[in-house]
């Protein structure tokens, strides 16, 4: 009676991992992992989410898997005159342990092509922020650039860009959670979903986060919401043979995903083709694909147990029961380790203040 599915690839998560120093347990990969997010990969933070990233892998952390592109290739922390200036960047993010890098308006194509030249000698994809910029996003296209961050602020597409974006296999992740041209996507379901009163979004958020991101609610109207028509856009490559991926900026860790996976599905997306991109076709927008996003034998077991089907209905890729990554199974719930062996997850400290709380006010009642 349950739906089995590969786990979610967000390749657009800024969790917030770019401290020099860890805590013992750090709450948006959990939230994450809780929600089915088996992968992220930020695009554009510190070194410091490399770091972070082995100590997940190493298991001493419980959270989705972490990619991270280290500091963006700004005109200001990467001033790049020549391709050797470029070789020499990619060269020392190589060494800091990146998979990928983020190019970041550099203002002259010719710079640009630089740090994708010297990406390719490396054997470093090369991923961009886009910037709204209709133009420099189809050079870019041209020019043989791997991604680009963010939505094309023109809606919609037509047939003309729409076979550039997908001829180039250039990877569109919209991030409709902060569409451009329009209010962002997630305080559409910031005003629809009473997160405050939520015991999973309650348990993997900090009191204090969630108090500021759910007392104030914005009041929009519903038609000035533009992502639909932006993700019909997204629609249209994939179905011409390009990629896309599925982007949640961080906006809230883990639920996010899922806004996110139904607003892409919002343009008129069949089930399958948004799953397929928050999962196998993510995975190979970030060069994972022979490891990632499916299930199939080989690749690393990651997967998610849902009460009911989201081909059924795409909201319920939240009805979760059990979680897996690398093998490992977890309650969905609270993140309890199953197996191979039971482990219980460190119950957080607002959820422990909390508690104190209602017991102190329990027991002033009684007297």
Sequence with gaps: GTTIMPGLVDVHAHPKTGAEMAPEQEWSIAA???????????????????????????GEMVGSRIFATGFPLTSNNAPISSYEDALRVVRRYKAQGVHSIKQYLQPRRIQRQWVLQAAKAEGINVTNEGAADLRMDITMAVDGFGAIEHSIGQVPLYKDVVTVLADARLAYTPTLVVAYGAPAGDGYWRARDDLHQDPKVSFFTPSEILARQTRRRPLIVEE????????????????????????????????????????????????????????????????????????????????????????????????????????????????????PSPRPFPVPYWVREQQALEALGNGAGGR
């Design 32 to 58: 994450n992992l809780a929600y089915g997010v088996t992968t992220t990969r930020n695009p554009s933070g510190s070194r410091w989410n490399v770091a972070w990233g082995e100590l997940v892998d190493a």
């Design 224 to 339: 000035d919401y533009n992502f639909a028509d932006i993700a019909r856009g997204v629609r249209d490559v994939v179905r011409a043979g390009g990629l896309a991926g599925l982007g949640s900026h961080g906006q809230h860790d883990g639920i996010a995903a899922h806004w996110e996976l139904w607003m892409l599905q919002s343009g008129d997306m069949t089930p399958m083709e948004a799953l397929r991109i928050a999962t196998i076709i993510g995975a190979e927008s970030i060069g994972f694909e022979e490891d990632l996003g499916s299930l199939a034998v080989g690749k690393l077991a990651d997967l998610v147990v849902l009460n009911s089907n989201p081909l059924d209905d795409i909201q319920n890729s939240t009805d979760l029961r059990f979680v897996m990554k690398n093998g490992e199974l977890y309650d969905a719930s609270t993140l309890d380790r199953i197996w």
